[in-house]
């Protein structure tokens, strides 16, 4: 089992431009979160997906979106990168929406750096 | 929303003493709190969590207690080796209908010095 992958593992942007995250869930899991932690802090909700569908969403603006394939992989998308979008990008795994199973397993992340 | 606050931001302790990391919640929803460990330039990984339906759990070195009605629940590392060195993130969540959204506390670095 190879746990929860991400791709790249690192990515340098200019301000205005977009990037694409990939991640692969853990084998078996069927939700994927993504989570912003800036150098120093804590992880911070973005948003998560189950069923291809976007089903919580933390405090981040529009140029922060997603997608789930029917494979269970995910992408997160940020348009219109600014300075401070530069952190490293979290995707957690888990299984079950709607069970009692909710253990989030991180995969590496993606270290994004805009310059 | 919720607000997951955690002391102390540095701890230090000697190897074989023990460390107790200590946070605070807000939403009284929230019923799920795992604890993440984060070494230097690595994923953060679940080392244990309890659910509100329990006081204590505990896994050989590392126990979490949780006081409910005070909205709080702590980390304690007994006989700490080198090894625990690393920052450590408590979370909580509401258990709902849906996968949980974690609310993460703002980490501790715990150094342990031979």
């Known amino acids: 089992d190879a746990g929860v992958t991400q791709s790249p593992t690192h990515l340098i942007k200019t301000r205005g431009q977009q990037v694409t995250l990939r991640c692969s869930p853990k084998s078996g899991h069927d939700t994927v979160s993504w989570y912003q932690q800036a150098l120093g802090q804590g992880p911070q909700f973005i948003f998560q997906?189950?069923?291809?569908?976007?089903?919580q969403r933390g405090n981040f603006p529009d140029r922060f979106s997603g997608h789930q394939f029917p494979n269970y992989s995910s992408e997160l998308n940020v348009n219109a990168l600014l300075l401070g979008d530069s952190a490293l990008y979290l995707c957690?795994?888990?299984?079950?929406?709607?069970?009692?199973?909710?253990?989030?397993?991180f995969g590496p992340g993606t270290r994004l750096t805009v310059l | 929303g919720e607000n997951v606050e955690q002391h102390p931001s540095t701890l230090s302790v000697q190897e074989g003493d023990s460390a107790v990391i200590k946070c605070t919640y807000s939403d009284s929803a929230s019923n799920y709190f795992p604890w993440y460990k984060q070494e230097l330039g690595k994923r953060p990984q679940l080392i244990i969590d309890?659910?509100?339906?329990?006081g204590e759990k505990k896994d050989q070195r590392i126990a979490v207690t949780l006081n409910k009605t005070a909205k709080h629940f702590s980390l304690h590392i007994t006989e700490t080796q080198p090894e625990d060195s690393a920052v450590y993130f408590c979370?909580?969540?509401?258990?709902?209908?849906?996968?949980?959204?974690?609310?993460f506390g703002t980490g501790t670095q715990l150094k342990v010095e031979l």
């Open positions: 957690a795994s888990s299984r079950v929406w709607g069970s009692s199973y909710n253990e989030q397993f």
């Open positions: 997906y189950y069923e291809e569908e976007e089903r």
């Open positions: 309890i659910r509100s339906n329990v």
């Open positions: 979370a909580a969540s509401p258990l709902t209908g849906g996968g949980n959204k974690l609310t």
